[in-house]
T-cell receptor, first 113, second 115 residues
Framework: GNSVTQMEGPVTLSEEAFLTINCTYT??????LFWYVQYPGEGLQLLLK?????DKGSNKGFEATYRKETTSFHLEKGSVQVSDSAVYFC????????????FGKGTTLSVSS | DAGVIQSPRHEVTEMGQEVTLRCKPI?????LFWYRQTMMRGLELLIY????????DSGMPEDRFSAKMPNASFSTLKIQPSEPRDSAVYFC?????????????FGPGTRLTVL
């Protein structure tokens, strides 16, 4: 079946540290991949996306590269800020499997100053 | 654009009561999704609509849950009777069928507590 696996959290970092949140997927077709972010008390917001192999999505200093060979879409940021503290969700979409997004369980990031 | 609007933002009710959650999607979006988020199960898709028609309700946990979309600008998720295990945050999301990326826009959620 189709699924998304994220690294377990929480991830605790100091400000300006390097961030990696791992995400791998299993898909019966050729998915589009997404990272969503959920700040405390809010809904999910799209952070970045990639629709084909080797695409790099980027936004707000975050990046993720669609790696078909390793079925991965790891999220990275070179220097995190306290304001990046949130829950991050990796997700995939397969048009041939319907239009719903399939989410990972989420990874909580906590950044301290 | 106001984004996806959900009401109420918080709901506290007693077991056995009926609960109705409301959602207004972004104008022009023809897909609407209802999700449930809990610590144990993460984010689960309950049901989604296309052009006001339910397409996949396989995620609806049981007959106590029902969802309707009477028009393009309004949807409800009803739980009757409610149980403590229904306590969760319920999100509504919408997207445009014109989007090739399947980007969904989420509302702020309704935090439901069933005592």
């Amino acid at each position: 079946g189709n699924s998304v696996t994220q690294m377990e959290g929480p991830v605790t970092l100091s400000e300006e540290a390097f961030l990696t949140i791992n995400c791998t997927y299993t898909a019966t077709g050729y998915p589009s991949l997404f990272w969503y972010v959920q700040y405390p008390g809010e809904g999910l917001q799209l952070l970045l996306k990639a629709t084909k192999a080797d695409d790099k999505g980027s936004n707000k200093g975050f990046e993720a590269t669609y790696r078909k060979e390793t079925t991965s879409f790891h999220l990275e940021k070179g220097s995190v800020q306290v304001s990046d503290s949130a829950v991050y969700f990796c997700a995939l979409s397969l048009i041939q499997a319907g239009t719903a997004l399939i989410f990972g369980k989420g990874t909580t990031l906590s950044v301290s100053s | 654009d106001a984004g996806v609007i959900q009401s109420p933002r918080h709901e506290v009710t007693e077991m056995g009561q009926e609960v109705t959650l409301r959602c207004k999607p972004i104008s022009g979006h023809d897909y609407l999704f209802w999700y449930r988020q809990t610590m144990m199960r993460g984010l689960e898709l309950l049901i989604y609509f296309n052009n006001n028609v339910p397409i996949d309700d396989s995620g609806m946990p049981e007959d106590r849950f029902s969802a309707k979309m009477p028009n393009a600008s309004f949807s409800t998720l009803k739980i009757q009777p409610s149980e403590p295990r229904d306590s969760a945050v319920y999100f509504c999301a919408s997207r445009s069928g014109q989007s090739s990326y399947n980007e969904q826009f989420f509302g702020p959620g309704t935090r439901l507590t069933v005592l």
